[in-house]
């Protein structure tokens, strides 16, 4: 088992920067990928971005590219998401996500991963 926690997530206005964190605990050795999705108020679970644990390559939703940075730290066992020029339309409820090797590292669909954070939240003022 893989035990995921998020943190930092909070209020911005639009334009600002977050940086979330999503530390790993556990059987950290079977993390084969591992994504960032986002749920909004009444809308699916949407797919942000994604990075191979191991040589760190990323993949991005066409909303994410250029304003939102997927990386981790390998010996921290930690999972970024940074977060820039944020707008409202960006407000939502953050998931890490982690999987072992049996899906595509750069898999972007929740039922690709096998373990889920509990979720963190973040608000975009207009």
């Known amino acids: 088992q893989v035990q995921l926690v998020e943190s930092g997530g909070g209020l911005v206005q639009a334009g600002g920067s977050l940086r979330l964190s999503c530390t790993a605990s556990?059987?950290?050795?079977?993390?084969?990928?591992m994504g960032w999705f986002r749920q909004a108020p009444a809308k699916e679970r949407e797919f942000v971005a994604s990075?191979?644990?191991?040589?760190?390559?990323?993949y991005y939703a066409d909303s994410a590219k250029g304003r939102l940075i997927i990386s981790r730290d390998n010996a921290k066992n930690t999972l970024y998401l940074q977060m820039n020029s944020l707008k409202p339309e960006d407000m939502a409820v953050y998931y890490c996500?982690?999987?072992?090797?049996?899906?595509?590292?750069?898999?972007?669909?929740?039922?690709?991963?096998?373990?889920w954070g509990q979720g963190t939240q973040v608000t975009v003022s207009s």
């Open positions: 996500a982690a999987h072992r090797s049996g899906s595509p590292w750069y898999a972007d669909e929740p039922k690709g991963y096998d373990y």
């Open positions: 556990g059987r950290t050795a079977s993390i084969y990928g």
């Open positions: 990075i191979n644990w191991s040589t760190g390559t990323t």
